[in-house]
């Protein structure tokens, strides 16, 4: 939206520019590269982790805009989060136990819906109560390829996170009103750790599979994402946006 001579919509546009980012995951391949990438061009973030903080905690001190907080998805523990004045949420946190889908058991089906799905509904509603308020908000939530499909038969995440990225309330589908709007992101197949330490995964023969024939790098997605974000301009709402190599 541009801003025009008028004083009202001066302010609107004004209170609509995205300052603040929550994002869940932050010390993930991608989550910490485009942490850093938003911290170069001066946002303010609120990364969260559960174990790895070692490379934050050396990016906290060169960005003094950077807040990094332990969070255990497995408990009630998101009451350590501010949620005031975040303009912008994208989940990257994500729980996967690689076991047969046949041998999981009521318990594992617990903690992969919670924690990849209930726990950003939470997040989300806690949000809006802010941005309701401030009528501004961004929210983009993210899944891997390989739930298109259905992934591995070994992983229980894959059959799930479909469902688990599609099926969210009819009433955040009316949010636009509040200027609020919610997305999705597939990931494609991307170069992280987590990707190579698989060992029963054959990532040339993976990659033969993509249309391109390429992996896509952690800087490319997180370029990418950032791009979506941080776009002023950004026609994306209430969609899946695909960042998949052409999968």
């Not at 300052?19 to 590269?33: E, P, R, V, Y």
């Not at 989940?91 to 999981?104: F, I, T, V």
């Not at 949000?127 to 992983?155: A, P, Q, W």
């Not at 391109?212 to 952690?218: A, E, G, M, N």
Request: aromatic letters at 10%; hydrophobic letters at 35%.
């Amino acid at each position: 939206m541009r801003c025009t001579r008028n004083f009202n919509w001066r302010r609107i546009c004004e209170r609509m520019e995205i300052k603040k980012i929550l994002i869940t995951g932050a010390s993930s391949d991608i989550g910490f590269k485009l942490t850093e990438k938003l911290l170069k061009n001066n946002y303010k973030v609120i990364g969260t982790y559960n174990k790895n903080k070692k490379k934050l905690l050396k990016l906290k001190k060169e960005f003094e805009n950077l807040e990094i907080i332990k969070i255990n998805f497995e408990i009630d523990d998101l009451k350590k989060i501010k949620f005031n004045n975040v303009d912008c949420f994208i989940s990257l946190h994500g729980y996967m136990k690689k076991k047969n889908k046949q041998k999981h058991n009521e318990v594992d089906f617990q903690k992969h819906i919670s924690i990849n799905y209930f726990k950003n509904l939470i997040i989300i509603d806690k949000l809006l109560l802010e941005m309701k308020k401030k009528k501004f908000g961004r929210i983009y939530l993210t899944s891997s390829v390989g739930t298109k499909y259905g992934g591995s038969e070994e992983t229980l995440y894959y059959s799930l996170s479909k469902y688990l990225n599609e099926f969210y309330p009819s009433y955040l589908k009316k949010l636009i009103k509040f200027n609020i709007i919610l997305n999705t992101i597939m990931i494609g197949l991307v170069d992280t750790k987590f990707h190579n330490k698989m060992k029963n995964k054959n990532m040339s023969k993976r990659i033969k599979l993509t249309p391109t024939k390429k992996i896509i790098t952690v800087e490319q997605m997180s370029d990418n994402i950032f791009n979506i974000i941080t776009n002023k301009d950004n026609l994306f709402m209430n969609t899946q946006i695909n960042l998949t190599n052409g999968e």
